[in-house]
């Protein structure tokens, strides 16, 4: 078996060839160059040449189906948890995960052969994160703040927010570095979200929701209402809608009037957790923490703005929002979450 002993008869070990092959390669190398989502599943299961060896001896058959069993299962959830995420790609090396509210970018860079050979690995490291750092900014620059606005449409406008938004960027946290097989290092940097809503979001305080209460009485046909009590959030279903995600969007009716948006929301709120959250389908919204465990759920009938950021819903579901709003403060809390393509 390509040169190697084979197990003792009656034995409980087997030789497991193609993953002692693994104990020669760098860690990296396992995960080297994937799609940007699966870096952090990726990462965890680095460690497996490490389970699957024991050691370095040849494992029990029972403890390595153990093992294997555990680094399959990790796999397959790490894949789920990062294809329900709502993350918009930015450029070649930037995404915007609005899921988890934080910006990421990745930064490779190659060691300078001029340099002493101990030196070459961290200047690489360090060239690295700068190329991160420049990969975040335009991360940050195609973020959309409403349907309208870009960040990058507010550096240009103003020099003080340019100069916050770039200084608080370079704060950002490394939250991967891999060493490749080629000698080149890759890095992860991520920032929240939540500092840049302070340094973007307008200054005020909430406000009522606006418009005339509508009448006492069921919701409006297609609008499910909670079981029971006071709603606990609102879900937009906007699936089939191209929706894109923003910082600031808005909720209008049919006749453009606006039913939500940053207005009428507490703005410790929406700095903390975001005016929205975003979701792929109704059920991951109805169980997310924002709005559990009671929300109501709208369907959007378009969306509009060139960002296509901004949600319609009928008159009658904004009339019956608006109703509430003047008992129920899940809107002022920015408990809301929309459902996205």
Known sequence: ??????PAPGSDTVLISPLLRLRNLQPSSLSER??????????KLRSLPTLLLHGGKPMSRSNML????????????MASAALAQVTQTVGA???????QQKLRSTGIAAPNPNLPFGAQRPAALEAAKLVALRNLLQTVNGMAITSETTVKNMVLENDEIRTSVEGY?????????????DTSVEVDVEVPMAG????????????PVGGAPGPVGYPPAGTAAPASGAATGLIINAKGLSVTPAMAPKILDEDGNEVYGSKYVDREWAVKQGMVGYAKDVPSARTNQRVAPNPLVINAVKALGNN??????????????????????FLTKCQVMVVVD
């Open 196 to 207: 840049l809503a302070d340094l973007l979001l307008p200054p005020g305080k909430a406000v």
């Open 93 to 99: 090396s930037g995404a915007i995960d609005w899921s």
């Open 34 to 43: 994937p799609c940007k989502p699966f870096h952090f599943c990726m990462s």
């Open 1 to 6: 078996m390509n040169g190697m002993a084979s």
């Open 169 to 181: 960027v370079r704060g950002f946290t490394v939250v991967d570095t891999r060493y490749m097989s």
């Open 66 to 77: 153990r093992a294997t069993l555990m680094a399959t299962t990790l796999a397959i959830f």
């Open 308 to 329: 296509k950021a901004d949600v319609v819903i009928s008159n009658a579901d904004a009339q019956m929002l608006k109703q509430r709003s003047e008992s129920e403060s």
